[in-house]
T-cell receptor
Framework: GENVEQHPSTLSVQEGDSAVIKCTYS??????FPWYKQELGKRPQLIID?????GEKKDQRIAVTLNKTAKHFSLHITETQPEDSAVYFC???????????????FGQGTILTVHP | NAGVTQTPKFQVLKTGQSMTLQCAQD?????MYWYRQDPGMGLRLIYY???????DKGEVPNGYNVSRLNKREFSLRLESAAPSQTSVYFC???????????FGPGTRLTVT
């Protein structure tokens, strides 16, 4: 089955700095890569996702890049703010079809702390 | 729209007791999932249901059973709770067009 590794496990930055979180995956059939943000005591919420037919996607201060050959993808947050402090999870999945039915395999999470 | 709802929010069980976690969605999604979240381990898939009437095992199914009662509801049952099942349980549904999964608020379960 799929295996997703996420690094670093903790990341501390100053407000205004950039933050980068990296994930690798093992199954070359994976073609959907979401990133979730989870605040303390809350549910995970999707912040950005990318499909394997594109290499990069941006949404304001966040961006995700995907390298299919190397089987890794990264989350980039620019101009970080204290409200970005949370746990971030990457995940990988094959899209609908076959027997996968969109099952997500998650990385272990990164605790991001943005200091004012 | 309530989205994805879960009951109860909190539960304490003694070892050997049984209970059912309930999940309901009003998003008209076909696929539903149960995850558990333990510190430092991300979310792990317990069971999923691709559509009404079908269920299948995920990564960590041992000690659990599920029922897809109808399109809206997907329940998770612990027949004989063990301390190793202390965790936060999340239900999720999937939009088959965007692939996004939407999570419920979670159930925090403690087994003593």
């Amino acid at each position: 089955g799929e295996n997703v590794e996420q690094h670093p496990s903790t990341l501390s930055v100053q407000e205004g700095d950039s933050a980068v979180i990296k994930c690798t995956y093992s199954d070359s059939a994976s073609n959907y890569f979401p990133w979730y943000k989870q605040e303390l005591g809350k549910r995970p919420q999707l912040i950005i996702d990318i499909r394997s037919n594109v290499g990069e996607k941006k949404d304001q201060r966040i961006a995700v890049t995907l390298n299919k050959t190397a089987k890794h993808f990264s989350l980039h947050i620019t101009e970080t703010q204290p409200e970005d402090s949370a746990v971030y999870f990457c995940a990988a999945s094959t899209s609908a079809g076959g027997t996968s039915y969109g099952k997500l395999t998650f990385g272990q999470g990164t605790i991001l702390t943005v200091h004012p | 729209n309530a989205g994805v709802t879960q009951t109860p929010k909190f539960q304490v069980l003694k070892t050997g007791q049984s209970m059912t976690l309930q999940c309901a969605q009003d998003m008209n999604h076909n696929s539903m999932y149960w995850y558990r979240q333990d510190p430092g381990m991300g979310l792990r898939l317990i069971y999923y249901s691709a559509s009404e009437g079908t269920t299948d095992k995920g990564e960590v199914p041992n000690g659990y059973n599920v029922s897809r009662l109808n399109k809206r509801e997907f329940s998770l049952r612990l027949e004989s709770a063990a301390p190793s099942q202390t965790s936060v349980y999340f239900c999720a549904t999937r939009d088959s067009h965007s692939y996004e999964q939407y999570f419920g608020p979670g159930t925090r379960l403690t087994v003593t």
